[in-house]
């Protein structure tokens, strides 16, 4: 409903249980879709948020296989740290990068005062 709204630029932490140790125990895929599909209508972009490989789960938030289905979809991605001190800042970046490759990703958005700007990656 969120992705849905319009309200939000960017949605993150799309998976986060995870950092928790909880996964699913059955495929979540459809919900996922139904998320990425409300999120395309609007242009609300997806956060790669390297926090979770600073917790137990050791894996960016979305997942792989979350953030090929995003790409698939055509939804903008954006980076972020979700820094809690001055040097979690950035902090591991270029894994965010290489993943966002990885999934086809060439671009990624930056938003200033809810203007969105197209950045090559």
Known sequence: MAAS????????????????????TQDCTPLFENFL??????????E??????????REIYPSPKILELAHQLQV???????AHASTEVG????????????????HTHRFTRREKQVVPI
């Open 5 to 24: 709204s319009g309200l939000f630029e960017i949605i993150g932490h799309a998976d986060l249980p995870k950092k928790f140790g909880i996964y699913p």
């Open 37 to 46: 599909q409300a999120a395309h209508g609007t242009g609300t972009a997806i």
């Open 48 to 57: 790669l948020n390297t926090a979770g490989l600073r917790k137990d789960c």
């Open 76 to 82: 903008p991605i954006t980076f972020g740290s979700d």
């Open 91 to 106: 902090l591991d970046l270029g894994k965010a990068i290489k993943l966002a490759r990885q999934s086809g990703y060439t």
